[in-house]
Structure formats: structure tokens, C-alpha cells
């Protein structure tokens, strides 16, 4: 649920902000520097929340990342055009929403073997690639009834019901102690060699 709801936010939010700044009639330079913005605030958010999932239930991470999301989400739609604004709020949505799909690996590899995280890799891809398929042409009607703010009632949608149910979970498993748990890795979820940049993967036989 957490890469599908990775796919879903991320894939909308960063197809359609092109749009978004173009309804707000914001020149093309700064919308540039919005999707910018999110990439610098994955780039330094991904480590340190990494390795807090490392010391504490990797689910309250991934929980905070989504009531993160929920939270910038209506303060983005209400601050309009104001560019001062804009730059920080997106920033801080990256550092949330680019975050946590590499932390719902690294929590779906705590209760897996190592030879099975090749096929878990690929099933939790295959979710994350599903939700990025469909995000954009779901939240595209938001913006057309709404406006542009209606991209981001859409990822205040899905980053609500994605935190309500990870705390449900948490209420229906126990997490993996913290001394049993692989370090965290900083999978990329377009990466098509995951396989092979993953170090919980087994080592595969020269041929």
C-alpha cells in the first residue's frame, strides 16, 4: 500500500505540477523551480528518514510522510500564486511524498528472506508502477472541476486514506525488532536493475 500510494501521489504530482503552475499563470521559469524544489527536498530528506526508519517502526515513518503530505496538500491549494510560498511548500512535499517508497521497501524486506527479495522488489515495483500509471488520470478531473488547487485536494485524498491505513496496520501487527532489521537502502523505484543495486539481494553466481 505504500508504493501503490507512492505511484499514486508522486507520479500525479509531478506530471501534472506543469499544469498547475500554467492554470496559476505562473511564468515557465518558476514552475521549473517548483519541480526542482521537489527533488532537492528528496535529496535531503531521503537519508535522514532512512535511518530514523532504522531505529523506529518504519511504519510511523511512512505514516508521517503521508500526514506530511496531507497537511502541505491545503496549504499549497490555499497559497495561489504566491511564489515566496510556493518554493518552500514544494520542497517540504518532496522531502514527504519522494521519500517513503524506498522505506516501504526496506520495511517489506524486514519479513522477507534473502533470496526473496528479488520477487518482493519486483512486486512492490509492479504496485508503485501501477499507481503511477493510473495517478495522472485520476487526478486530472480534480484540476479540471477545481482548478489547479484540485491536484492537490487529490494528494490530500490519497495521502489521508494512505496514513489511516498504515495506523490501522500498526494496530494489527507487531513491528520487527530493531536489531533484526536490514539497514535501509535508497531504492529508486524507477531503477530497473534493483536486483542488482540492492544489497539485501543474494549475491548471483558467476556464469
Known sequence: MGCLGSGLINSAVLGLTPIYGTRLGLPVGFIVWLLTAIQLGSFVCQWPLGRLSDRIDRRLVIAGCAMSVAVLSPLIATA??????????????????????????????????????????????LAWAAGAAVGPSVAAPFIDVLGPRGLFLYTFLVATTLAAFVVWRMTRRAPVPAAERDSFVNLPATSPGLADIDPRVPERPAI
Open 80 to 125: 495561489g500564486a504566491e511564489r515566496p510560498w510556493l518554493l518552500p511548500l514544494f520542497f517540504l512535499l518532496g522531502g514527504s511524498m519522494l521519500t517513503f517508497y524506498a522505506v516501504a521497501v526496506a520495511h517489506a524486506g524486514d519479513f522477507a528472506e534473502p533470496d526473496q527479495m528479488v520477487g518482493v522488489s519486483s512486486g512492490l515495483l
